[in-house]
């Protein structure tokens, strides 16, 4: 099983709602890794996870709050998002979060606040 | 000037032709990915390289260490093959952060 899977596939969230990404791989990958990616643009990095402990976060606002629950999870809860956090939110995975690591991506979760 | 440069930023063939896209990237990298990203969709990882040549199907993946540069290569392209190709270089620091291209936008006509 190479996949990566994420859910849900699409989310309509007002500014006040409070929701949960999730993010599933069953590769025995120790790196988890969340993406921010905006219409025609490359993915940004948002948060590591290597281990189950986060390794990186890269200034990220903390109305978006990751979560590792174990090595096969990875789930971001969003809170009190803005317009222009609409996106699509890609999930990866690799072996280990180090530089030689192939990163296998989820097929994402477009992200539509209201 | 972005640490990963992508050429051309717009490529449009017809069926058939031979197409290469070029990255250039300016920083000490441990490996090079290529990815593939269809309309509204998710990524799909290409190629990982670190030196020389891989081959998969019609993709044909190059780097040149020293010149820091890499092409892709699609060979007997087809309709199918129309999507973003984006080039982005794990750096020498832990956790594989990568660094993106800005990605090319690729449509083949029949």
């Known amino acids: 099983d190479t996949e990566v899977t994420q859910t849900p596939k699409h989310l309509v969230m007002g500014m006040t709602n409070k929701k949960s990404l999730k993010c599933e791989q069953h590769?025995?990958?120790?790196?988890m890794y969340w993406y921010k990616q905006k219409a025609k643009k490359p993915p940004e990095l948002m948060f590591v996870?290597?281990?189950?402990?986060?390794?990186i976060n890269e200034s990220v606002p903390s109305r978006f709050s990751p979560e590792c629950p174990n090595s096969s999870l990875l789930n971001l809860h969003l809170h009190a998002l803005q317009p222009e956090d609409s996106a699509l939110y890609l999930c990866?995975?690799?072996?280990?979060?180090?530089?030689?690591?192939?990163?296998?991506f989820g097929p994402g979760t477009r992200l539509t606040v209201t | 000037k972005n640490e990963v440069e992508q050429s051309p930023q717009n490529l449009t063939a017809q069926e058939g032709e031979f197409i290469t896209i070029n990255c250039s990237y300016s920083?000490?990298?441990?490996?090079l990915h290529w990815l593939q990203q269809h309309p509204g969709g998710g990524i799909v990882s290409l190629f990982m390289?670190?030196?020389g040549k891989k081959k998969h199907g019609r993709l044909i993946a190059t780097i040149n260490i020293q010149e820091k540069h890499s092409s892709l290569h699609i060979t007997a392209s087809h309709p199918r093959d129309s999507a973003v190709y984006i080039c982005?270089?794990?750096?020498?620091?832990?956790?594989?952060?990568?660094?993106f291209g800005q990605g090319t936008i690729l449509t083949v006509h029949p």
């Open positions: 990866a995975s690799s072996s280990h979060g180090t530089g030689g690591d192939e990163q296998y």
């Open positions: 996870y290597s281990y189950e402990k986060l390794s």
């Open positions: 982005a270089v794990a750096g020498g620091t832990s956790y594989g952060k990568l660094t």
């Open positions: 920083v000490g990298i441990s490996a």
């Open positions: 390289l670190s030196s």
């Open positions: 590769m025995g990958h120790r790196a």
